[in-house]
């Protein structure tokens, strides 16, 4: 009895300290953490064709795309789920357009850059026009048409020190790092004065 007790207790302890240190490696952050606002993934958009129409909910279709290209630039990209933090936070904007005269597909990528801690540090447009027909494989061309802005605005994010310099080092250990589901509640870049 007392071995199967001691063997209960063993097994007990080593399955704590697994969660354990599971949990820890949980809560360490990420590198980068995209986060992308609910609102694409409920609401669809209409791309306009003269006989057919294509409805989408842009966050399914960017957000492979986005783990994908950030992951290879930067090391490591992650999607934001609740509690998850970062060294950078970026907040994605997608938006599309179709042109049926010219059969172009037009993607554009607002990316905001923010600290770990919440502060907004940059603000980059990626644009892109990918040929293609509506009537064919439309999700392919939507997809092939972000992956061009968000190359550009990963271009632009690499070329940046500063921010390279954040998503390797993190955050100062004075400041606290802010879940990534507040990006949309933090102030954005304030525009210049006129």
């Not at 090391?75 to 997608?94: D, F, I, K, S, Y």
């Amino acid at each position: 009895m007392k071995k199967l007790c001691a063997s209960l207790l063993t097994l007990l302890l080593a399955s704590t300290f697994a969660h354990a240190e599971e949990v820890a490696s949980h809560d360490a952050p990420s590198k980068l953490v995209i986060y992308i606002s609910p609102y694409e993934y409920t609401n669809q958009i209409k791309l306009w064709h003269f006989m057919k129409d294509y409805w989408f909910a842009q966050g399914p279709l960017v957000e492979p795309v986005l783990t994908k290209t950030l992951g290879e630039k930067f090391g490591e990209a992650v999607m934001c789920e609740a509690g998850v933090t970062g060294n950078v936070l970026l907040w994605v904007q997608p938006k599309m357009f179709y042109n049926p005269h010219m059969r172009n597909f037009y993607g554009t990528i607002k990316a905001t850059v923010y600290t770990g801690s919440g502060r907004a540090i940059a603000s980059y447009v990626g644009e892109s026009r990918y040929s293609g027909d509506l009537d064919i494989l439309p999700a392919n061309s939507v997809q092939a048409a972000y992956d061009l802005a968000i190359q550009r605005v990963a271009d632009k994010m690499k070329a940046d020190p500063g921010i390279q310099k954040l998503i390797d080092q993190g955050i100062s250990s004075k400041e606290s790092y802010t879940p990534c589901a507040m990006v949309s509640l933090l102030p954005g870049i304030a525009p210049p004065a006129k």
